[in-house]
């Protein structure tokens, strides 16, 4: 499939798209999901969380009720990072960088498990960070990603 318009395009840098995957919930969001560069066509995809993508701003607690084991987060998390490269004619193969945020570093083995389901044997540049807590009480990891759109 191949990559949809942008949502929108920057009103000063017309070779910045805002990629936005449900087009209705745009209000809720205080970023965009993701943004692609033309004329080089790399994605960068916003970080994400346990949380639903589309979600309100001022958060509600009842959109950020977060599973306890890592390892459903770090679905989630996966989840939502798959169908925004979905959306774009992507997969996890186009995929050249993650950066990966654990409030705790002890998670870290089960956050590769989870990520090796979704990569299989591909293996983009990764930096992994320990921060104090996240955007929600509850949420243990984000993960942010770029990846490039085939020519």
């Known amino acids: ?17 805002e990629i936005q995957t449900l087009p ?11 943004m692609r560069v033309h004329s080089g066509d790399v994605l960068y995809i916003s970080g994400a969380t346990p949380s639903p993508l589309y979600h309100h701003h001022p958060h509600r607690p009842e959109e950020h009720e977060h599973p ?7 679905t989630r998390v996966f ?10 004619g992507l997969t996890w193969t ?3 960088k993650v950066t990966r945020y654990l409030t ?8 590769n498990a989870v990520q ?14 320990c921060v104090n807590q996240l955007s929600t009480p509850g949420a243990r990891v984000e993960v942010d990603i770029i990846a490039a759109y085939r020519p």
């Open 94 to 96: 186009d995929v050249v």
């Open 24 to 34: 209705e919930r745009q209000a809720d969001m205080p970023y965009a999901p993701a």
């Open 104 to 111: 705790d570093m002890r998670d870290q083995d089960a956050l």
């Open 1 to 17: 499939m191949p990559a949809k318009p942008p949502y929108r395009r920057s009103p000063t840098n017309q070779r910045l798209g």
């Open 68 to 74: 306890i084991r890592i390892e459903e987060q770090v």
């Open 79 to 88: 989840d939502t990072l798959g169908a925004i490269l979905a959306d774009q």
């Open 116 to 129: 090796g389901r979704y990569f299989g044997d591909w293996r983009p540049v990764s930096t992994t960070l």
